[in-house]
């Protein structure tokens, strides 16, 4: 058994046999006394602070003698307060999605108006290419070259 815990404690042993260790150290015995063993040689080895065997009963007992800390009546007003305040704040919520909800609502409407409303218009005249040819020195390289103007009859 102690070979067990040993390569429990390693890491060094199947799943299976390890959920079987696990519940034979959780029960107590001879078993629960090696692994304490081992982790206090651990300990040592390392140079870790070693605890005494009752360190846990001793804490509990440290922690049951404080005196209980009585809740102030300040504490009862704020929580009220942050009621108060999460109560504002679902309203706000609420009045936010309501707007935001008609808001887009309202932008399908005008946009449906808008596409209702456009008709195509004729373009008066397409300016000669001559004309963009002949004053080409003059205009920017960048993209001029793919801009062609258009006027628009009303």
């Known amino acids: 058994m102690k070979s067990q815990v040993s ?3 390693d890491g060094d042993i199947a799943l299976e046999d390890a959920e079987y260790l696990y519940t034979t150290l959780k029960s107590g015995g001879e078993s629960t006394r090696t692994w304490s063993d081992y982790h206090l040689i651990g300990d040592a ?3 870790n602070p070693v605890f005494s065997a009752d360190f846990t009963e001793r804490l509990m007992a440290r922690l049951d003698a ?3 800390v009585l809740v102030p009546a300040a ?3 704020r929580k009220r307060a942050l009621l108060r305040n999460s109560r504002l704040w679902s309203v706000a919520a609420s009045v936010s999605a309501v707007a935001f909800v008609g808001w887009v609502v309202l932008q399908q409407q005008v946009q449906t108006d808008i596409e209702d409303d456009t008709s195509p218009m004729e373009i008066a005249q397409n300016l000669p290419a001559d ?3 002949a004053h080409q020195s003059q205009a920017s390289n960048n993209s001029a070259y ?4 258009a006027n628009y009859a009303e």
Do not use: T
């Not at 793919?146 to 103007?149: E, G, L, R, S, V």
């Open 66 to 68: 404080e005196p209980v």
């Open 7 to 9: 390569a429990l404690i």
């Open 45 to 47: 080895m390392r140079g």
């Open 146 to 149: 793919y801009i062609q103007p």
């Open 131 to 133: 004309y963009w040819l």
């Open 75 to 77: 504490a009862a007003k």
